[in-house]
């Protein structure tokens, strides 16, 4: 009796929590409703407010609800929304949203002004003859949120910041290495010295992840503590000066921005955006599938043909400069010794497939780069990606001495045998998919690699840390990796200066890379403020290393976003993603 | 009994110190916290390194960073601008004074990164949690006292398939049914991610209607485990003597089974949810990753992969303190549920 009483209960108990739970729907938003058409009225109906809610005013009118769309970022919080300290994609996506900058540059590569007036060149007279002086006209009436007037002195303080010991900024580069001095001529006028011509000022001076911070909200938070660290402008902006106002950040949940009243383009056509941080991808996809995110960041290849098969969304793609690379180490102090020959990395190049992978594992989404710099124009037009050819990769195995004498199918020389140390960051299952394939592609021409998976944290350690890919103890690696001011092609990762060694920990040229012509070449374009010139310097940089085949750049990884075609006017950009965030609108 | 806890609080002193210092030096060989600043994106320039690596008190031997950590350098003088020479004081108060420093990846207090997390966790955990004794108490109750029955066998296969399933898989499932496909059939549908619908805001309605798939996710898994621990531990319960004896005397079932059997077969349990209960605040870092629920399992997992030692050591030495604290509170429950058990 007692024992069907339990079963009973039981039973009643599941009954009454379903029940309870059905009646708990949430609201749906109209971001988050598909069209009328579609929607069959047992699905309105579940997603009317919840009984339990508080009294709630009457939901709006269709004409008096606000415009929002929802985004939705995979990867992590911008680690703060200050741009001293801020760091990361979405970080930078973020300040597209709530902070101008001077220019944002287009995925044509066309400048398009914001803060700044012009583009200051030689021939309007804002850059000097000798490229040591820039001086940028801000346009008038630009306000903050608040109503204070954007100005120069802003700038000046953003610069005074970034270089202030009180403060851990994130990084003082260029300005600590370029920069003498930054002065406000005038309340719109700005001028900026250099200690030498610095040919990508302009893409990385005040623009990109680069933004001026309010003087009137920070300067008496750090003359109070001596250091911005804990500001709380930092965790929530009392103000901005982008097209939207960043309102509400809950870590690992959700941003709120609302539209900007005071933009001096005018107030953006959208109400509000939502941006959802997400770690996990699949439920991004879930997100995208259900309706309840607008536009989908960050997409990878092999998530496009599931995205595919959802007609109201759309993919689209920017260049940002970043590809995914293959890195070799060519030291000959730490690589196995195969490496230092220029016939064996060919050989390597030739027997990988790369088109293959790109079709098989990323649904063709991607292309084949040729050089360091695809996607700018310092990418060298002569040259043609590494085919597929293994029986070539033999030949050249074979030419340079190394044959399998013992029969174990992995080629050796003078006893050595041709196993290579593969270290890569671990924790995606296609990357691991992919490593698996090109360990039986080298197997097919006698190479072996041992696979190592790592945390970035593991591979990317210093010197002082016994980094793997600083002390030179692996042979192969691969991540993705581009131009830190993207379209600008300054690099310093293949100087020899910047091998790690116990005197210099932190050098990232962890390839063992040290070609005198090189250096030269590199440290030549560095100050060279003729485009053309600067040109063919990036033309013959990348001879020499597609010659040498001291990379193998495997495949583009271009920004991909899903987008819901009850959007319109979205477009991106690979260098300021967002920047055209305040034409967005919602379709009628 | 007063004794006795005053007693098991000194001794918690010395030990929680030395899980401290362990902790900090196996979190200390983490990785380089400064490897992966700058993401893939924008890696950090050598000098920039090297100044932060100052900044941050990276450049001290662990046992100093330790110290530091533990009592402070607002006592001594630090090296602020690099030159070599300490100039000023430095502000940090240590954990001992309840600082636990600032996060390195956020740069700000430790504990206000951990504190935004912590009651989105206990939510998530303790709904779980609830859910989790209610439904395997009963079930298993059920499940001993009809045993062998066609409904203990359904209950029991049931349980090995949910045991069996690991909890990415089924919150994705969860998902594509309940949210994505339901929406599609024009059914009643639960939300994908997050805490609550942000164009309507933190409701209770809302937080509770987006709990549902996680819970459901987390829960399942524990409901077939605990399920059978708790069968296990009636059916050995049911066939002692002083059951039998109670039955003969005529008492209702309810009372020999919730008066007698159950109260002794709960010690174990009991044991097992004290151990559970401080781990809560670990969250679950799976179905928080999956469900966008911003808790304290995605901090740690995302503190623990850029060996942010300060936020790692924070929720470490929490989780250590409720440990020992719930130790204690379930060695005095056990004198409630069993008269036998006294402490001196």
Known sequence: MCTKKIGCVTISLLIVSSLMLAGCGGTTTPTTTAPVAEEPTTGEMATQAPATQEPATPAPTEAARPKSITMTFVGGDPESLNPIYAYSWTAECVFDLSLASLWNIDNDGNYVMDLAEELPTVENGGVSEDGLVITIRLTPDVTWSDGTPLTAHDAVFTYDMIMDEGNSSYSRYPWDTYVESITAVDDHTLQIKMTAPYADWSTSLFVGISRIIPQHILEPVFEAEGTLDNAEWNRLPSVGSGPFMLTEFEPASHIIFKANERYWRGRPHLDEIYMRLLEDRAAQIAALAAGESDIGSYIIGSEIPSLKTMEHIEITSSINGYQVVTFLNVDPKTAHPAMTDPLVRRALALALDRQLMIDQLYAGLYQIPVTYWHGTVYDNPDLEPYPYDPEQAKALLDQAGWVDTNGDGVRDKDGVELTLRYKYIGGDETTDTRIASMQQMLADVGIKIDIYAETTEVLWASYDEGGPLATGDYDVTHYSDGLWYFPSPDTSYFLCSEIPTAENPWGYNWYGICIPELDELFAAQAVEINPEKRIEMFYKIGKIMYDETLIIPMYTDPDVWAVNKRLKDVRFSGVDPLMFAWEWDVAE | ?344
Request: aromatic residues 12%; contains cysteine.
């Open chain 2, 1 to 344: 009994m007063t004794r006795y806890v005053l007693r098991r609080l000194l001794q918690a002193i010395p030990l929680l110190l030395i899980i401290s210092l362990i902790l900090f030096i196996l979190i200390s060989n983490l990785g380089d916290p400064l490897a992966s600043f700058g993401g893939t994106r924008r890696r950090l320039p050598p000098a920039d390194r090297e100044r932060l690596t100052r900044q941050l008190g990276l450049d001290k031997p662990v046992i100093v960073q330790y110290v530091i950590w533990l009592i402070g350098n607002d006592w001594m003088k630090i090296d602020v601008d690099g030159d070599g020479i300490p100039d000023a004081y430095g502000t940090r108060q240590g954990v001992l004074r309840g600082d636990f420093g600032n996060s390195f990846q956020e740069r700000r207090p430790a504990i206000e990164v951990i504190g935004e997390r912590v009651w989105n966790t206990l939510l998530l955990m303790t709904a779980c949690e609830a859910v989790v004794l209610i439904f395997s108490l009963l079930i298993g109750i059920y499940s001993a006292l009809r045993q062998y029955s066609a409904w203990d066998n359904t209950i029991t296969a049931l349980s090995f398939i949910g045991y069996s399933m690991p909890v990415f898989w089924l919150s994705l499932v969860l998902i594509y049914i309940f949210s994505v496909n339901f929406k599609r059939w024009g059914l009643p549908y639960f939300p994908v991610t997050g805490m609550y619908d942000l164009e309507v805001g933190p409701t209770v309605g809302q937080i509770v209607w987006h709990l549902v798939l996680p819970v459901a996710s987390l829960s399942i898994v524990s409901i077939a485990g605990y399920s059978r621990y708790i069968r296990s531990q009636m059916l050995e319960v049911i066939n002692q003597d002083y059951v039998r004896t109670a039955y003969a005397k005529g008492l209702p079932e309810r009372m020999v089974i919730m008066g007698h059997a159950f109260k002794n077969a709960a010690l174990p349990l009991v044991t097992i949810i004290g151990m559970d209960l401080p781990l809560l605040l670990g969250g679950a870092v799976v179905t928080e990753a999956i469900f966008g629920w911003p808790g304290m399992g995605r901090l740690y997992f995302k503190a623990t992969n850029a060996a942010d030692i300060p936020v790692t050591m924070g929720i470490l030495v929490i989780i250590s303190v409720l440990v020992v604290l719930f130790q204690i509170a379930t060695d005095i429950t056990y004198t409630f549920l069993d008269p036998r058990i006294r402490y001196e």
